[in-house]
């Protein structure tokens, strides 16, 4: 298995999601030259408003969504795991396909959903942070975890920092978006099936206000706010 180096790795629970959480930091990386690799766990197939719409031509138009999304913003590459939305668990093989990635990937920096969000929280977000943050350590570092990783070529590798989106209550790093808020909008406009032209002033209203106040105290106007978690064991 071929190894094919990215600075950073976006694991997303959907569609979508990344775009809310970090797309104008990742616009910013990409700017200063950094590779930005996206992994989307889930495939977009539950949540729809009309009765009508087939899951399987869902799952079609948020891809296509997510890679217009991901071109605008200067992604190299997206890798889709295609689970069923609400069907993620915390097995063994679903850990191993992120360890396997990172593996391969190689990321000095993943960013994902906080799982220790309280209370309301989506579960396919729980889980992927959860998985993500285990798959990172111990397991993408350990040589005899999944030990046929090893023997197909992709050597164990240590991560050096984790950044999780929506973790209100917890954050330690803000990330300048003042440059890359209006492309982490369009990026979000992509998602026309989940980001409804109605629903698009009151929402990036919304999001304007809420990066001013993750810049608050800031030498920046706009943010984008995380938990930040450094590796150094
Ligand atoms: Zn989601």
Redesign the pocket.
């Known amino acids: 298995m071929a190894v094919k180096q990215a600075q950073v790795m976006v694991v997303t629970?959907?569609p979508d999601?990344a775009e809310f959480g970090v797309a104008g930091t990742v616009a910013r990386w990409v700017k200063e030259g950094k590779d930005v690799v996206y992994v989307v766990c889930a495939n977009g197939d539950k949540g729809y408003h009309d009765i009508n719409m087939k899951p399987e031509k869902l799952v079609e138009i948020r891809e296509q969504e997510q890679l217009a999304a991901a071109r605008l913003l200067g992604v190299r590459e997206v890798i889709f795991l295609r689970h069923s939305d609400q069907s993620l668990e915390d097995t063994p093989e679903f850990r191993k396909e992120i360890v396997r990635l990172i593996r391969m990937y190689r990321p000095d920096t993943v960013v994902t959903a906080d799982p220790y969000r309280r209370y309301i929280w989506?579960r396919?977000?729980r889980i992927v942070g959860q998985v993500t943050l285990d798959a990172i350590f111990p397991y993408a570092r350990d040589h005899l975890s999944y030990p046929d990783l090893l023997e197909g070529g992709l050597q164990p590798h240590k991560v050096k920092e984790v950044l999780l989106w929506a973790a209100p209550e917890d954050i330690n790093y803000r990330s300048d978006i003042t440059d890359t808020f209006d492309i982490k909008l369009a990026a979000l406009r992509c998602h026309k099936s989940q980001v409804g032209n109605n629903q698009l002033p009151d929402l990036e209203n919304w999001l304007k206000q809420r990066a001013k106040k993750m810049a608050e105290g800031q030498d920046f106007e706009l943010a984008e706010a995380f938990h930040r978690v450094e590796i150094t064991w």
């Open positions: 629970p959907h999601d989506h396919d977000h």
